[in-house]
């Protein structure tokens, strides 16, 4: 098993930034995907970005294009989500997940652990 831990989010006003975090313990694999989602009250859940970890190509959905950056530190097991430029759209829970292949994908249903979420609200 894998467990993923968040932390990073936090209120931000409108054209800030924020760095989140999602450290892996237990089984990790550093050659795996790792994917970032975002849920916003009364909404289906987002892909955000991923990333694989075998050669550290990235994937990133159409609304974050050109303002986020998914990156990862396979020595600490540990994968980034640099935000900028935030809008008040961005405002939503933001979940860390992981595949046990290094596909990347922006399907919630193939990934296989998820943490526990952190809440990014920005103000406008």
Known sequence: QVQLVESGGGLVQAGGSLRL????????CSRCAMGWFRQAPGKEREFVAAINGNDGRTYYGDSVKGRFTISRD?????????MNSLKPEDTAVYYCA??????????????????????VTVSS
Request: net charge positive; glycine share 12%.
């Open 98 to 119: 992981g595949r046990r292949d290094y596909g990347l994908t922006d399907n919630p249903m193939n990934y296989h652990y998820w943490g526990q979420g952190t809440q």
């Open 74 to 82: 396979n020595a600490k097991n540990t994968v980034f989500l640099q």
């Open 21 to 28: 975090s999602c450290a892996a313990s237990g089984r990790t």
